[in-house]
Nanobody, 124 residues
Framework: QVQLVESGGGLVQAGGSLKLSCAAS????????MAWFRQAPGKEREFVAGIRWSGGSTYYGDSVKGRFTISRDNAKNTVYLQMNSLIPEDAAVYYC?????????????????WGQGTQVTVSS
């Protein structure tokens, strides 16, 4: 059973940085795609970034390109989201997701496994 546990959320001032972690277990992830999504109150869940575990190719949502970086640590089975130049619009619950696939998709329905989420709050 795949399990995903996010951590690293919190309160940060606009312009600041935060790094989220997603610890993955329960599978051999070299044939998985991992992704970060976010959901603000009253809004749909939005794709943030994705990474192919094997090879490390990445894909970003337009709203975070150039500010966020997704990466993974094979030895720790952990995926990270480095968030820089945060703005109030980045505030949301951030979710880690996984799918046994080699194709990164921005669609929520493309992922079978989800973490519980971690809250990111950005003060202006």
């Amino acid at each position: 059973q795949v399990q995903l546990v996010e951590s690293g959320g919190g309160l940060v001032q606009a312009g600041g940085s935060l790094k989220l972690s997603c610890a993955a277990s329960g599978a051999t992830f070299n044939r998985y795609v991992m992704a970060w999504f976010r959901q603000a109150p009253g809004k749909e869940r939005e794709f943030v970034a994705g990474i192919r575990w094997s090879g490390g190719s990445t894909y970003y949502g337009d709203s975070v390109k150039g500010r966020f970086t997704i990466s993974r640590d094979n030895a720790k089975n952990t995926v990270y989201l480095q968030m820089n130049s945060l703005i109030p619009e980045d505030a949301a619950v951030y979710y880690c997701a996984a799918e046994r696939s080699l194709i990164i998709t921005a669609q929520v329905r493309g992922y079978d496994y989800w973490g519980q989420g971690t809250q990111v709050t950005v003060s202006s």
